[in-house]
Nanobody, 126 residues
Framework: QVQLVESGGGLVQAGESLRLSCAAS????????MGWFRQAPGKEREFVAG????????SYADSVKGRFTISRDNAKNTVYLQMNSLKPEDAAIYYC???????????????????WGQGTQVTVSS
């Protein structure tokens, strides 16, 4: 069992930055991969970024490449999502998720993750 708690969301203007955090507890953090997803009203949950257990492998959605960076600190049991140059279309609830089945891989589908946080709201005004 793993508990995931996101934080760092808020309201920003277009072009500004936010850093999301996801604190994990309940299982050895360095034994599983992590991902960030987002869901806007009326849309499906979509992959944003993922990172493998050690942080040596990452993957990003095309829509955020070059603007968002995923990282993890295994000593702090935390994964981060640095979001720069935010756009109104980035507004959504952001969720972190844990992948126990393939710690060395980066999974880009919701089905590949086993545990989810409750989400944190990101709002971007134009």
């Amino acid at each position: 069992q793993v508990q995931l708690v996101e934080s760092g969301g808020g309201l920003v203007q277009a072009g500004e930055s936010l850093r999301l955090s996801c604190a994990a507890s309940g299982r050895t953090f360095s034994s599983y991969g992590m991902g960030w997803f987002r869901q806007a009203p009326g849309k499906e949950r979509e992959f944003v970024a993922g990172i493998n257990w050690g942080g040596g492998r990452t993957s990003y959605a095309d829509s955020v490449k070059g603007r968002f960076t995923i990282s993890r600190d295994n000593a702090k049991n935390t994964v981060y999502l640095q979001m720069n140059s935010l756009k109104p279309e980035d507004a959504a609830i952001y969720y972190c998720a844990a992948d126990f089945r393939g710690p060395t891989r980066v999974t880009v589908t919701t089905h590949g993750y086993d545990y989810w946080g409750q989400g944190t709201q990101v709002t971007v005004s134009s």
